[in-house]
């Protein structure tokens, strides 16, 4: 249930980067890596259930985690320029944190777990 949840979070994060980005006018570079990062979470989440093996399986773990630090970049530099409200960047860097932790976790036990 709770891999299914993650891969959920994960839609709607990347929904809500998208609208977001809708509005931000310039800076298309910046808006198209945001893009990028923020759905490739997703994908790598959605990937993983189909890993070959553990050792696939983490691996694609591990890159929707580093994706994610990679949108909380791409995040706080649009914030800096002033190209996201305060409300948005707090909103959304939360959602990336909380999807950050969650993937931390999964993975830390998928390390545990020697099958």
Same mark, same amino acid.
Request: aromatic residues 6%.
């Given at each position: 249930? $709770?891999?299914?949840?993650?891969? *959920?979070?994960?839609?709607?994060?990347?929904?809500?980067?998208? @609208?977001?980005?809708?509005?931000?006018?310039?800076?298309?570079?910046?808006?198209?890596?945001?893009?990028?990062?923020?759905?490739?979470?997703?994908?790598?989440?959605?990937?993983?259930?189909?890993?070959?093996?553990?050792? @696939?399986?983490?691996?694609?773990? *591990?890159?929707?985690?580093? $994706?994610?630090? $990679?949108? @909380?970049?791409?995040?706080?530099?649009?914030?800096?320029?002033?190209?996201?409200?305060? @409300?948005?960047?707090?909103?959304?860097?939360?959602?990336?944190?909380?999807?950050?932790?969650?993937?931390?976790?999964?993975?830390?036990?998928?390390?545990?777990?020697?099958?």
């Amino acid at each position: 249930m $709770e891999k299914n949840q993650l891969r *959920e979070d994960s839609i709607v994060f990347a929904i809500e980067i998208s @609208d977001v980005c809708d509005n931000i006018k310039g800076c298309s570079v910046f808006v198209n890596q945001l893009l990028r990062a923020s759905s490739s979470i997703g994908a790598n989440i959605h990937e993983a259930k189909y890993a070959q093996s553990r050792a @696939d399986f983490i691996s694609k773990l *591990e890159i929707a985690l580093k $994706e994610s630090s $990679e949108t @909380d970049y791409w995040l706080e530099l649009l914030y800096r320029k002033g190209k996201i409200t305060e @409300d948005n960047y707090k909103t959304l860097r939360n959602d990336c944190g909380s999807i950050r932790r969650r993937l931390i976790a999964s993975i830390t036990t998928a390390k545990n777990n020697k099958a």
